[in-house]
């Protein structure tokens, strides 16, 4: 299909472990957006990347957490040496970076981190 | 500091009967507002939009009213079907920043048959 597309689709990990979540984007979308959304919250943001731009990475909770954005294409997002209060689902969502600035949204990766 | 709140966390409405899911922003910056909808596990998906040059935006059953002097904008299901039963993110963006889109807490609507 053609939506926005994210691996795993679940992750169980052990305290302490690094894990690696991606997003694939809408071919063409510019914009594309990293959320949190634990158990009863609402959506966090974490980190924007906008074609060439330096990403704003103002949302990252800690410097446990990076994301990489390879041109307008794959993102991932890093989660190093877990802990429990990280597990949550993380949202991906891509735009065309224009007004009109309507997120697409993959299907989460629901992270548990044990 | 929350800047778009959703003071209701979940709302249940009879089927046919009209859902108002209210959403108040703190930022007089922000020009365009949008609702999205999400079911469980799934992603939100886009669902209306309003510029703020408008005070209203209707798509068949879905309307979005802005007050902007109130800070206050409101969607209204009208008639409510069980298949809206969802969570309902109202969400914001600054006319200096478009693309930078703040997301409110989110509003779990359950629509009774």
């Known amino acids: 299909g053609a939506g926005v597309s994210q691996s795993p689709s679940n992750k169980v990990t052990e305290k302490g472990k690094d894990v690696e979540l991606r997003c694939d984007p809408i071919s063409g979308h510019t914009a594309l957006y990293w959320y949190r959304q634990r158990l009863g919250q609402g959506l966090e943001f974490l980190i924007y990347f906008q074609g060439n731009s330096a990403p704003d990475k103002s949302g990252l909770p800690s410097d446990r957490f990076s994301a990489e954005r390879t041109g307008e294409s794959v993102s991932t997002l890093t989660i190093q040496r877990t802990q429990q209060e990280d597990s949550a689902v993380y949202l991906c969502a891509s735009s065309p970076g224009t007004y009109n600035n309507e997120q697409f949204f993959g299907p989460g990766t629901r992270l548990t981190v044990l | 500091d929350q800047q778009v709140k959703q003071n209701s966390p979940s709302l249940s409405v009879q089927e046919g009967r009209i859902s108002i899911l209210n959403c108040d922003y703190t930022n007089s910056m922000f020009d365009y507002f949008l609702w999205y909808k999400k079911y469980p596990a799934e992603g939100p998906t886009f669902l209306i939009s309003?510029?703020?040059?408008?005070d209203k935006n209707e798509d068949g059953r879905f309307t979005v009213f802005l007050n902007k002097s109130a800070k206050h904008l409101s969607l209204h299901i009208v008639p409510s079907q069980p298949g809206d039963s969802a969570v309902y993110f109202c969400?914001?963006?600054?006319?200096?920043?478009?693309?930078?889109?703040?997301f409110g807490p989110g509003t779990s609507l359950s629509v009774i048959p």
């Open positions: 969400a914001a963006s600054p006319k200096t920043s478009y693309d930078k889109v703040i």
């Open positions: 309003i510029s703020s040059i408008k």
